[in-house]
């Protein structure tokens, strides 16, 4: 299998608070994981791809000072927003590629966070 | 500029067969990706083909065709679970994925 975890599943917090969101393969090494935001109805929007031991690279208009990304281990990256606001409230999903397989991303099951 | 364009929204029945189309541009070519959307959820893998013509798995094939940048999905025997949104990705030369919107198909029964 390829399953892919986040943690938590729900959040609701108050502006000007952070929020770490965890994602980790459960049963496979990933070299690189993706971190996704999703509007209501909209398509996936990649955020940020980050390797594991290195630093994360973001997609033009993300601000990598707001969104903290650390991949620490072959299992496990973290998406921290910082300072959230309302306009943060959305469906972040992460995404995880397998070391040395093919390039199939397994998405993790989704974090809804809303910013009060 | 990279694209990829596929229908906005199907409707089918219950038991019948339907096919979404995906047509996509990109720069350098790695593979089509299928993944399956149901509201409120996080997509799942459907299927992956790299090479020119049809795969097969169970209930669901997918197409390719890369000289025509087109793909489809085709969904047999429907089933009311099979209402969900449909997206489209075409990996380009960087292995970076590039997502069409979704096809939301709505079974009937």
């Known amino acids: 299998g390829a399953v892919v975890s986040q943690h938590p599943s729900r959040v609701i917090c108050k502006s000007g608070t952070s929020v770490k969101i965890e994602c980790r393969s459960l049963?496979?090494?990933?070299?690189?994981m993706f971190w996704y935001r999703q509007f209501p109805k909209q398509s996936l929007m990649l955020m940020a791809t980050?390797?594991?031991?290195?630093?994360?690279?973001?997609e033009q208009g993300v601000e990598k000072d707001k969104f903290l990304i650390n991949h620490a281990s072959l299992t496990l990256s973290t998406l921290t927003v910082t300072s959230a606001h309302p306009e943060d409230s959305s469906f972040y999903i992460c995404?995880?590629?397998?070391?040395?397989?093919?390039?199939?991303?397994?998405f993790g099951p989704g974090t809804r966070l809303l910013v009060l | 500029g990279q694209n990829i364009d596929q229908p906005t929204e199907m409707t089918a029945t219950e038991g019948a067969i339907v096919q979404i189309n995906c047509t996509y541009q990109?720069?350098?070519?790695?593979?089509l990706f299928w993944y399956q959307q149901h509201a409120g959820e996080a997509p799942t893998f459907l299927s992956y083909?790299?090479l020119d013509g049809l795969e097969e798995k169970g209930r669901f094939s997918s197409f390719l065709s890369r000289s025509k940048g087109y793909s489809y999905l085709l969904l047999k025997e429907l089933q009311m679970k099979d209402s969900a949104s449909y997206l489209c990705?075409?990996?380009?030369?960087?292995?970076?994925?590039?997502w069409g919107a979704g096809t939301k198909l709505i079974i009937k029964p």
């Open positions: 990109t720069s350098g070519f790695n593979g």
């Open positions: 990705a075409a990996m380009d030369s960087n292995y970076q994925l590039i």
């Open positions: 980050s390797n594991e031991g290195s630093k994360a690279t973001y």
């Open positions: 995404s995880a590629r397998r070391a040395g397989g093919a390039e199939t991303q397994y």
């Open positions: 049963d496979f090494q990933a070299t690189t």
């Open positions: 083909n790299v």
